[in-house]
Every structure is written in C-alpha cells, then in structure tokens.
C-alpha cells in the first residue's frame, strides 16, 4: 500500500490536520504554491501543488468540513473542479518504480450513480459517501452497489483503487458479482491481451530502431539565431518538446515523435525549429497537412518566419496553377526548394525529392486510407514529427510514453486568457450583440454556419443585423479555389470585418484580431471538432469569446448535451486536456488504440487498461525474451 493523503468534498477534517499532513509528506510551505511539491494557507482555502499534477489545486473549507476542490489556472482561477483528489508524497530525486496499486490519474472525478471500477472486485455503481459506525478511524466509505445488490464498502485510505468507467459504448457495463471469482478470471485474460498488445508496440519500437536513418548534426549558430527570433516566450513544454526532436533528428534511427498540444499552445514552432534544422544540413522538408487552407496559412507563416534566411519555402495544392505546380515539382527534384507545404498533392506519384530528410504531418487522423499507407513506406525513409491538436488523456500518455515517442505540451503560452464561452440558443438579438461588441473594438468575427446550401441565406440575416458599412464575406469549400484564397487573404489582413464560413476554418487558420466565434447549430459538431473551432480565437492577449448557437425549443440528443456541456464547463487554459477525456467517454481514442483495444476497454475501462497497459509495458521493456514470448504464445 503505497502512502497518500485522500481530499473529497463533504470531508470533515481539521485544518490542522491537513496541513500536518502535507508536512509530514515534505511540502514546502510558501506564500503561493507554483510548483509541485509546495502548499500555501490562507484563512480556510488551502493550494496545494500536488506530485505528478499539471497545476495546483485549492481546497476550501468550511470550517472543518471541505467545501470545493478546484484545479487552477496559472492565473490562480478556477478551472475543473473535482470530488475526490489523491495526493502523493514529494518524492526523492531517483528512479521512480512502477506498482500496480498506484493511480494513473490523481482526480477521481465521480458523482452518485456512476459506474465504477474497483481494482480488485470489478464493475459496480458508485452510491456515493457515507460515515459507518466502525472501529477504528476511517469513518468515511465509498458505496459501491454489485449485481444482486451486493454493497461494497471502500475505507478512505482505498480510495485510489477506485476510479470511474469510461468505455466506447453508449450501453451500460455488466455488474460483477462480488466473491464469485469472475472479476479475476476476466482480468487475468485482458491482461494477456493487452501484454500482447504491449509487445507490439515494443516490437514496432525496437524494429525501427534498427534502420539507420540520416543523423543530423548540432545545432548550427543560425539555429540559434533562428530560434531567438521567435516572438513570443517559449513555454517550459515548448522547449522540451523542441529539444526532443532535435536529439532524435541527431540520433542515428529515424525519427517518429508524436508532438500532442492543445490548440494554439505551439506545436507549429516546435516543427520549424525542426524543419530550419533539417535545412541546415542541405536536407529538404515536407509539410503535409489536411486542408488547403491550412497550407496557405503555414505558407504565409513560415515564409514570414525564415525570411531573415536562405531558405526557400514553397506550397503545393490545388491553389496553385498546373503551371505554378509544374515548376514547383521540378525545383524539388532539383533540390531548389527547401521547404514544402502541401496537402495529400504531395503523396502523388510525379513528387520526387532531391535529398528529403524531414516530413512534418499535420493531424495525420485527417487523411485517407491510401494516404496513410504512403506515409508508412515513408517513415521507413526520413524523419517523422506528427502534430495533432486533439489532447490525449493523460492516463492513456503515461501508458504509452514507454512505447511510443510522445511530446505533450500542456503549458499554455504566457499571458493567454481562456476563451469565454457561451451556449445559447438561437436569438438575433443575442446575435447582434455578440457581432456589434467585437465590431467596436475594431475586431473580427467567425461566424460559422456549416451548411452550403444555405450560408448565403444566413450572410443576409447578419448583413441586416449589423451596420451597412461592416464588411462581410462568405467562404465555402466548393467555391473557386481562387476566389477562396482571395477571400481568406483579405480576411487575414482585416479587409474583412465578419467571415461567414463552413468548417474550412477548423484546421489551424490563425487570424490574430478575430476574436469573437460564433458557431450555428452547434449541437451537429463533435465535442473535438467544437474544441478545436474555439481555438481559432482567443490566440494570443485579447480577451475572446465564442457562442455556441442551439435552436430554440428544441430538445438535443443526449449526446449533444454532452457533449455542449462539456464544452462549456471547460473553457479554461489547458482545458483540451479535460475535453480529450471527455471525448474519450463519447467517441473514442481515434488511432492511438486499434478497434481491438477498443472491445478490450469496454470490458474492464480505460482507467484500469491504461494501468494495465503501463505495467506490461514496464516489465516487458527489461528484457526482449518476454517481447517475443507475448507476440508467440
């Protein structure tokens, strides 16, 4: 049993108490808590930046009783609040050592009702927290109900085998039954499955670093001078991140790093101090990503970027002439371009390189079958860095990150506000408001209505909504490419006011005086893709807002509440975090985890696979017998 300090709302506890036990746990006592390992106390509210967390929390009492625990933000607001926390001693500088009974996840975030997973006795329904007449100390249980109405009850000092079931399916799971044996009869046979799963991964892993790749060289002095003229302050993941990528750039296997962030949180810089480094040593760079306004996009930033430099970038998509693209092919073959950026074009059979050292995908989960498959023989070839803007649960980044080469940047850029959101439902005058208050801080509006058949419609109720001089514009996918260009163009260099818009917008189209974001029938949108729609605002320092429109007096699915809930309720900092878990309940993993892994979750959930998966992973790493063992049983 390893040691721990367990927090829940309703608790009654001393103050005292609590700070005598973050002392006895080595937590420094400060005047505010800013990293892991220290507490501050003022009058009855507590922070505490506990081990293996992102940020501090805030317990706040009532007299001795815990009324709320929140996680903050860097700017000390609340932004996720939870029942139940488990916080870990300051550990030892050292090796750490993986046990089976340690929580992947700190936050037990449970209500009454709730299906859980108890480590040792399975599947039950959480029926909330009761004080028992027992001996001893340990007053304070969990219920949990099992089949047959069987209770279960779990003393505090348990409460980290406890966490909630989050599967891929709508159905509710099965209760086990207690005692009967079954629980451990199922787990015993997961557990060899994802061992094998885990040997896989190790597999892949160990096969590829075998191939000799190009080793890149240090870092040249223009490197350096190319990453001090970045504008902004690096955030302490940005460099770590930046850092990982070079050492597997001058490592001699070939490259393949996940770099996974929150929207606008810096992945794109990581990748140019990649690709500038890449160039550095006469080795070209491909830059694939989804849409071809995202490849207009990184075209204008990274020429405005290397620009000090002799580097020549181009872009290759269906905006460009078949005469531009022509040229374009051959200056590749040539070697006369360093950088390129393109969509699924650049896959074609007619694109040949010189010398390619480096491709950068952007949300590889976007592209076809076919383009996937190219993308596998290429890896084989040069150096991969993938971006995805869609955050991983951090669970399953800790079960992983032994198999697979992972950056995650969870620290937002310094002095970014949250996006203010709003779900409301439709009203013009809501609208009009909405439009008018970012129009008089001489700002810019998304208005996005994801319907083509009638955007035009919907671009003359915001023209009669708004003042006759506001310059509007509409853009869709089906329109002329050129036209379209044209469009966002003007919209980037504020000769546009509000853009009436699809989708088209959703993948990385960065506009730095829109500020305000409103999203029509918002319930048809998938809880990523929304998040992902609000990070086209709220950029960089000005406060920014997004609404999130809903039909009057209809009633949403269940999913769709979800979903805009969700939403909502996290619209702090970092919150891409919290929404990848809440996605995760509703959709899935995406292509972390294949179909398979997907039937294994549902039947024992994420939480325990993830702990499962992270301990195969840690015992079949010492020793490649084992490997071999799990793939041939």
Same mark, same amino acid.
């Given at each position: 049993?390893?040691?721990?300090?367990?927090?829940?709302?309703?608790?009654?506890? #001393?103050?005292?108490?609590?700070?005598?036990?973050? =002392?006895?746990?080595?937590?420094?006592?400060?005047?505010?808590?800013?990293?892991?390992?220290?507490?501050?106390?003022?009058?009855?509210?507590?922070?505490?930046?506990?081990?293996?967390?992102?940020?501090?929390?805030?317990?706040?009492?009532?007299?001795?009783?815990?009324?709320?625990?929140?996680?903050?933000?860097?700017?000390?607001k609340s932004i996720w609040q939870h029942k139940i926390v488990i916080i870990l001693p300051v550990k030892k500088p050292g090796a750490q050592t993986f046990s089976a009974d340690l929580p992947l996840e700190n936050f037990i975030d449970i209500n009454e009702g709730d299906y859980v997973v108890h480590n040792n006795h399975g599947i039950?329904?959480?029926?909330?927290?009761?004080?028992?007449?027992?001996?001893?100390?340990?007053?304070?249980?969990?219920?949990?109900?099992?089949?047959?109405?069987?209770?279960?009850?779990?003393?505090?000092?348990?409460?980290?085998?406890?966490?909630?079931?989050?599967?891929?399916?709508?159905?509710?799971?099965?209760?086990?039954?207690?005692?009967?044996?079954?629980?451990?009869?199922?787990?015993?046979?997961?557990?060899?499955?994802?061992?094998?799963?885990?040997?896989?991964?190790?597999?892949?892993?160990?096969?590829?670093?075998?191939?000799?790749?190009?080793?890149?060289?240090?870092?040249?002095?223009?490197?350096?001078?190319?990453?001090?003229?970045?504008?902004?302050?690096?955030?302490?993941?940005?460099?770590?991140?930046?850092?990982? =990528?070079?050492?597997?750039?001058?490592?001699?296997?070939? $490259?393949?790093?996940?770099?996974?962030?929150?929207?606008?949180?810096?992945?794109?810089?990581?990748?140019?101090?990649?690709?500038?480094?890449?160039?550095?040593?006469?080795?070209?760079?491909?830059?694939?990503?989804?849409?071809?306004?995202?490849?207009?996009?990184?075209?204008?930033?990274f020429t405005q970027r290397m620009k000090d430099f002799p580097v020549k970038v181009a872009m290759l998509s269906r905006f460009r002439t078949k005469g531009e693209q022509k040229t374009i092919i051959r200056d590749l073959s040539e070697g006369r371009v360093d950088v390129v950026i393109g969509t699924h074009r650049l896959l074609s059979?007619?694109?040949?390189?010189?010398?390619?050292?480096?491709?950068?995908?952007?949300?590889?989960?976007?592209?076809?079958?076919?383009?996937?498959?190219?993308?596998?023989?290429?890896?084989?070839?040069?150096?991969?860095?993938?971006?995805?803007?869609?955050?991983?649960?951090?669970?399953?980044?800790?079960?992983?990150?032994?198999?697979?080469?992972?950056?995650?940047?969870?620290?937002?850029?310094?002095?970014?506000?949250?996006?203010?959101?709003?779900?409301? #439902?439709?009203?013009?005058?809501?609208?009009?408001?909405?439009?008018?208050?970012?129009?008089?801080?001489?700002?810019?509006?998304?208005?996005?209505?994801?319907?083509?058949?009638?955007?035009?419609?919907?671009?003359?109720?915001?023209?009669?909504?708004?003042?006759?001089?506001?310059?509007?514009?509409?853009?869709?996918?089906? $329109?002329?490419?050129?036209?379209?260009?044209?469009? $966002?163009?003007?919209?980037?260099?504020?000769?546009?006011?509000?853009?009436?818009?699809?989708?088209?917008? #959703?993948?990385?189209?960065?506009?730095?005086?829109?500020?305000?974001?409103?999203?029509?029938?918002?319930?048809?949108?998938?809880?990523?893709?929304?998040?992902?729609?609000?990070?086209?605002?709220?950029?960089?320092?000005?406060?920014?807002?997004?609404?999130?429109?809903?039909?009057?007096?209809?009633?949403?699915?269940?999913?769709?509440?979800?979903?805009?809930?969700?939403?909502?309720?996290?619209?702090?900092?970092?919150?891409?975090?919290?929404?990848?878990?809440?996605?995760?309940?509703?959709?899935?993993?995406?292509?972390?985890?294949?179909?398979?892994?997907?039937?294994?979750?549902?039947?024992?959930?994420?939480?325990?696979?993830?702990?499962?998966?992270?301990?195969?992973?840690?015992?079949?790493?010492?020793?490649?017998?084992?490997?071999?063992?799990?793939?041939?049983?």
């Amino acid at each position: 049993m390893f040691r721990s300090l367990k927090f829940f709302v309703g608790q009654h506890i #001393e103050l005292e108490e609590i700070l005598k036990g973050l =002392a006895a746990f080595h937590y420094i006592r400060v005047n505010k808590a800013s990293q892991a390992g220290e507490f501050a106390q003022r009058g009855e509210i507590i922070e505490i930046f506990p081990m293996g967390f992102d940020s501090a929390l805030r317990i706040d009492l009532d007299f001795d009783k815990i009324h709320a625990i929140a996680t903050l933000n860097a700017h000390g607001k609340s932004i996720w609040q939870h029942k139940i926390v488990i916080i870990l001693p300051v550990k030892k500088p050292g090796a750490q050592t993986f046990s089976a009974d340690l929580p992947l996840e700190n936050f037990i975030d449970i209500n009454e009702g709730d299906y859980v997973v108890h480590n040792n006795h399975g599947i039950g329904k959480f029926l909330g927290i009761k004080e028992l007449q027992v001996p001893g100390p340990e007053k304070d249980h969990l219920i949990i109900e099992y089949q047959g109405g069987d209770r279960l009850f779990v003393p505090k000092h348990d409460i980290h085998l406890v966490q909630k079931y989050v599967s891929f399916t709508k159905k509710p799971p099965r209760l086990y039954k207690l005692g009967s044996g079954e629980w451990k009869r199922v787990r015993a046979a997961i557990q060899n499955r994802i061992r094998r799963f885990a040997a896989e991964l190790l597999h892949t892993q160990a096969v590829r670093a075998t191939l000799q790749g190009y080793r890149f060289s240090k870092d040249t002095p223009w490197q350096k001078e190319f990453e001090q003229a970045f504008p902004y302050q690096e955030t302490p993941d940005q460099t770590k991140s930046t850092q990982d =990528a070079k050492t597997d750039m001058e490592a001699p296997a070939p $490259m393949d790093r996940l770099i996974c962030g929150d929207v606008g949180y810096g992945k794109t810089e990581v990748a140019l101090r990649a690709i500038f480094k890449a160039v550095m040593d006469n080795k070209q760079a491909a830059v694939l990503v989804p849409t071809t306004i995202l490849a207009e996009q990184h075209y204008y930033n990274f020429t405005q970027r290397m620009k000090d430099f002799p580097v020549k970038v181009a872009m290759l998509s269906r905006f460009r002439t078949k005469g531009e693209q022509k040229t374009i092919i051959r200056d590749l073959s040539e070697g006369r371009v360093d950088v390129v950026i393109g969509t699924h074009r650049l896959l074609s059979k007619d694109i040949h390189f010189k010398d390619l050292g480096l491709i950068v995908i952007d949300e590889e989960q976007r592209f076809g079958v076919k383009a996937k498959e190219k993308l596998k023989h290429l890896r084989l070839l040069c150096d991969v860095l993938t971006l995805t803007a869609t955050p991983i649960p951090r669970t399953l980044y800790m079960a992983l990150s032994g198999a697979k080469d992972m950056s995650v940047i969870s620290t937002p850029p310094q002095n970014r506000l949250p996006v203010a959101t709003h779900i409301v #439902e439709f009203d013009e005058d809501i609208i009009k408001e909405a439009l008018l208050k970012e129009l008089r801080r001489k700002g810019q509006v998304f208005f996005l209505h994801n319907r083509v058949e009638d955007i035009d419609r919907v671009g003359t109720i915001i023209k009669r909504l708004v003042e006759q001089h506001v310059r509007i514009a509409i853009a869709h996918g089906q $329109m002329p490419p050129k036209l379209l260009e044209e469009i $966002m163009l003007k919209f980037l260099s504020n000769e546009i006011d509000i853009l009436v818009c699809t989708s088209i917008i #959703e993948s990385g189209i960065d506009v730095p005086n829109a500020n305000t974001l409103i999203v029509n029938r918002a319930d048809r949108f998938g809880l990523a893709e929304l998040h992902q729609l609000r990070g086209r605002v709220g950029r960089f320092t000005t406060h920014a807002y997004a609404y999130f429109i809903i039909p009057p007096g209809k009633t949403l699915s269940t999913i769709a509440k979800t979903r805009l809930t969700a939403l909502e309720k996290h619209s702090g900092l970092g919150a891409g975090f919290q929404i990848a878990y809440e996605d995760l309940q509703i959709r899935g993993s995406g292509n972390l985890l294949g179909q398979e892994q997907h039937g294994t979750i549902t039947m024992i959930g994420f939480d325990l696979y993830c702990r499962l998966l992270k301990e195969s992973i840690e015992h079949l790493k010492k020793t490649e017998k084992e490997i071999h063992n799990a793939l041939h049983p």
